[in-house]
């Protein structure tokens, strides 16, 4: 077989080993039933076991309260982006979004469609490089959104921030949901698409309060209600059935590293180490600002950008697969979400003291 290579890609991206190992077992017959998984009826037992399971297992891993629905759509983070203002605004309300990078803006683009938006604050004057400490929220928001993690900036909240009281908070949390220990009592709702943290792409995860879910217009295509898809268990219309059971596969892998708790750990000392390089490097350094860095796309610059190419090309020779930066940003961008393994961060780090040594 090939030899796999450091994937950095920002997504979709790296999934674990043996998830792949388990899901290859079973795509010619899932388990003893002479069917493959992907071949199987959504309404057939096979599947419905493989479903329940993996809701259980969200709502174990994510401690999810028994007032909060779990659901798989379609249609990405982005169909979200329109979904969410589509069922929560109107014309005569204001809704209020962080403003904290590209997808934080593609979000507040959508909801202007369906009502009055407010940006609440924004780190636009320093090309999305920190996380705003304070925020101005309008009168009554209908809710309040953020973006927990800016994939393309590489920062991150530390914590949520506090809406105005009477006001949900609803996050974006498609680049680092179930990357560390959350409080879910504290959203209305979050959603993700699955390919950065959660499985491959083609599903996207909502953990939605009922009483939300309830309160959305009635008005709208059947496909498009929250409601719908709450009453029929997602299963309204046929689910991204592959999609949904190799996000259970990855669920039971985050079990298995101590969930949320043991997965943030391993987190934190992968981003350090690489952080720790930086900030003493002589060549690279880090884009975000100290307090508001990302632990899962860690961004960072020569300077220099036929510098920052000359690393890029000899990167891609040497096995390091995906680590240009996004064009608003430039430089490189090193995606290592939950599942890249901790050896490929060792491994980029002595390429990078290598470069370094060659090119300071
Ligand atoms: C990747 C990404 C998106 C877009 O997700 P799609 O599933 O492609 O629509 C939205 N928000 C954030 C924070 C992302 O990282």
Known sequence: MTQRIWNFSAGPAVMPEAVLDEARENLLSLGSTGIGIMEHSHRGKAFLKVYEETEALCREIGGIPANYKVLFLQGGASLQFAMLPMNLLSKERTADYLITGAWAEKARDEAQRFGGVHAACSSEDANFSYIPGECAYSAQPAYVHFTSNNTIFGTQFRSEPTPPPGADLICDASSDIFSRPLDISKYGMIYAGAQKNLGP????????????????HKDLPAMLQYRTHAKNDSM????????I?????????????????????????KAGKLYAYLEQSRLFKPTARTDSRSLMNVTFVTGNEELDAKFCSAATKAGFDGLKGHRSVGGMRAS?????????????????????????
């Open 201 to 216: 792409s083609g599903v996207t995860l909502v953990i939605m309060r009922e009483d939300l879910i309830e309160r959305g």
């Open 245 to 269: 059971y190799m996000v259970g596969l990855v669920l039971k892998w985050i079990k298995g590293h101590g969930g949320l708790a043991g997965i943030a750990e391993r987190n934190q000392r």
């Open 236 to 243: 309204y219309n046929t689910p991204p059935t592959f999609a």
């Open 336 to 360: 290592i979400y939950n599942a890249f393994p901790e050896a490929g961060i060792d491994a980029l780090i002595e390429f990078l003291r290598q470069f370094e040594a060659q090119n300071a």
